[in-house]
């Protein structure tokens, strides 16, 4: 891995591995291999676990191998103004 975080948290001790949900989640994120740009979502009620799958797919060799410009770790918070803060 080379390092191309930013702002990506570590894995907190204990998390547990989600193997399958990773896999899934990078299938959506990163396709077929074709060089367009995809978005995923994680939606679901507070406590399930988004943000610890989140951490595990930016941590996932194959999201650091597709992504060589590197990774970037965004909180938008519950009500995010994109228009005044465009990512």
């Known amino acids: ?12 001790a204990g998390i547990v591995p989600r193997a ?3 896999d899934i989640t990078l299938a959506g994120l ?4 074709a060089e367009v740009a ?5 939606q679901g009620a507070g406590g399930f676990g988004k943000t610890s799958l989140a951490m595990l797919v930016c941590h996932d060799a194959r999201a650091v191998e597709a992504f060589v410009d590197g ?4 909180a938008l918070g519950g009500t995010p103004d ?6």
């Open 38 to 42: 995809r978005h995923t979502l994680i």
């Open 20 to 22: 399958h949900l990773v």
């Open 30 to 33: 990163l396709g077929g291999g």
């Open 1 to 12: 891995m080379s390092g191309r975080f930013y702002n990506v948290p570590p894995l907190p």
């Open 71 to 74: 990774l970037l770790w965004v």
């Open 82 to 87: 994109l228009a005044r803060n465009p990512g």
